[in-house]
């Protein structure tokens, strides 16, 4: 399996930028899809993006295309979410997940999660 782990969630003003870090080991990551999720208060967890460890392909939901970007450092063993422009709206509790189908975009797909790392978006 793959172990992730999320930090870097914290309380950011509306129009400011954030940067998490999903720290990823395991014998199967290089070859994994690595997504972002995000679950607000009373909503479905959501896709954000997904990244493919191994030649950085990315793919983004259309509500944070633009504003987001996925990221790996090979050197770290890190994927990175660098959200810019913040909305209220993407307020919710951040998870990474890792999946070995490299089409994976809904969350019965991921087998491997962190524990999630807050983001409060104020107004």
């Known amino acids: 399996q793959v172990q992730l782990a999320e930090s870097g969630g914290k309380l950011v003003p509306a129009g400011g930028s954030l940067t998490l870090s999903c720290a990823v080991s395991g014998r199967t990551f290089t070859s994994s899809i690595i997504a972002w999720f995000r679950q607000a208060p009373g909503k479905e967890r959501e896709f954000v993006g997904r990244?493919?460890?191994?030649?950085?392909?990315?793919y983004y939901a259309d509500n944070v295309k633009g504003r987001f970007t996925i990221s790996r450092d090979s050197a770290k063993n890190t994927v990175y979410l660098q959200m810019n422009s913040l909305k209220t709206d993407d307020t919710g509790v951040y998870y990474c997940?890792?999946?070995?189908?490299?089409?994976?975009?809904?969350?019965?797909?991921?087998?491997?999660w962190g524990r999630g790392t807050q983001v409060t978006v104020s107004s």
């Open positions: 990244i493919r460890w191994n030649n950085e392909l990315d």
């Open positions: 997940a890792a999946s070995g189908n490299w089409g994976a975009h809904m969350a019965q797909q991921f087998d491997d």
